[in-house]
């Protein structure tokens, strides 16, 4: 019997519910499902590709799910989905905004490989307005991403928040201390 291999490429930066719910769905309708994160060098990331493969690698395995694995991969998905032999790629669809970039890129990918089938999936309506870009922003301005990714996730997030607070604290500190001679120290000492 034929085994249906797909790929769930993407950018996770970080991953959400919404893409752990999209996981669960892929896993139940393709033999073998494996989450590819984009390694792009363009993009400045919150986390790098390998804590956010640490991340997904432990979703899936708190989730169970023993048909799911996750790589990281550059250059054209196809080009990569056709190296593991895949026949698919998965991608979630949201909301309508969702649908026009999506349907350009099945569309181009089909023109680059006609063999590969893109599938789209709807994640539980509950995550419909959820995204990386705004669990990144929600948790910059100092909002609660609690219910939005994984624990986990959520601890990782507050990590590098704090580290990025920190670093901009002594940013403050380092123009206040050049311009108010006097003031250095106290501030130092607060
Ligand atoms: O999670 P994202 O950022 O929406 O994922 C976008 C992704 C990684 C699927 C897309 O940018 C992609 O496939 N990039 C690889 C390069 C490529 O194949 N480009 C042509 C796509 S039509």
């Known amino acids: 019997m034929k085994r249906i291999k797909a790929i ?7 991953p959400t519910n919404g893409h752990l719910d999209l996981i669960e ?18 993009k400045d990331p919150l986390f790098s590709v390998a804590d956010r493969r640490k991340m997904l ?3 899936i395995m708190t ?12 250059g054209l ?10 026949q698919a790629i998965l991608r979630g669809i949201r909301a309508i905004s969702d649908y026009e970039y999506e349907l350009q890129m099945a569309l181009m990918n089909r023109k680059l490989q006609p063999a590969l ?5 709807m994640p539980a309506e ?16 100092g909002g609660s991403i609690d219910c939005l990714v994984p624990e986990l996730v959520a601890q990782k997030v507050r990590e590098k928040m704090d580290v990025a607070h ?11 201390a050049s311009s108010e001679g006097k003031s250095r120290s106290r501030k130092k000492k607060a």
């Open 8 to 14: 769930y490429p993407g950018s996770f930066d970080p």
């Open 25 to 42: 769905r892929g896993s139940k309708i393709f033999d073998e499902l494996v989450v590819a994160i984009l390694r792009n060098p363009e």
């Open 57 to 59: 690698e432990a979703m």
């Open 63 to 74: 989730a169970g799910f023993d048909n799911v694995s996750v790589d990281t991969f550059d």
């Open 77 to 86: 998905t196809v080009d990569y989905a056709l190296r593991l032999d895949a």
């Open 117 to 121: 089938e893109t599938v789209f999936m």
């Open 126 to 141: 509950k995550y419909s307005y959820l995204s990386s870009r705004l669990v990144r922003e929600v948790a910059q301005l």
């Open 166 to 176: 920190k670093f901009a604290n002594r940013g403050e500190f380092a123009v206040n």
